[in-house]
């Protein structure tokens, strides 16, 4: 049996992103389930589905990097682009406030730099090797 080269930080560190990204779809989900009566530009649904897909997507990719899965690498160099696609359609097409107006220039800056910082995880070649890719 061959020894399995140890887990880079950068593979622990997007798989507990990914545990992060559940969390917060949990909160999000169990927030959306007792929202107050307010003028809301979406569904309550919306905010139920998208919180449940999160937490199900985290969990799995997140666990799968931690354990060193071959599936998780390229689900969760999909799971970057899927969520970075709908972050920015659900910013562009739903949220209509004056902060999201303000902010999308940050909002711009933040999401390149964690593209980035997943690309650069992804290119090293301790991941690849990790990963047994070659």
Not at 40 to 63: N, R
Not at 84 to 94: E, G, M
Not at 100 to 126: E, F, K
């Amino acid at each position: 049996m061959t020894s399995r080269p140890p887990r880079p930080t950068a593979v622990t560190s997007l798989g507990c992103g990914g545990l992060i990204l559940a969390a917060l779809s949990l909160a999000r989900l169990i927030l959306s389930l007792s929202l107050p009566l307010l003028p809301l530009t979406v569904p309550p649904a919306y905010l139920t589905a998208t919180g449940a897909i999160g937490v199900v997507l985290g969990l799995a990719v997140g666990i799968g990097l931690l354990a060193g899965r071959r599936w998780a690498y390229p689900s969760a160099a999909a799971l970057t682009a899927v969520l970075t696609v709908w972050y920015w359609a659900d910013r562009w097409l739903l949220v209509r406030t004056d902060y999201a107006q303000r902010t999308w220039p940050g909002a711009v800056v933040v999401t390149l730099i964690l593209l980035a910082l997943v690309a650069y995880a992804w290119s090293r070649p301790s991941t690849r090797r990790y990963f047994g890719r070659s």
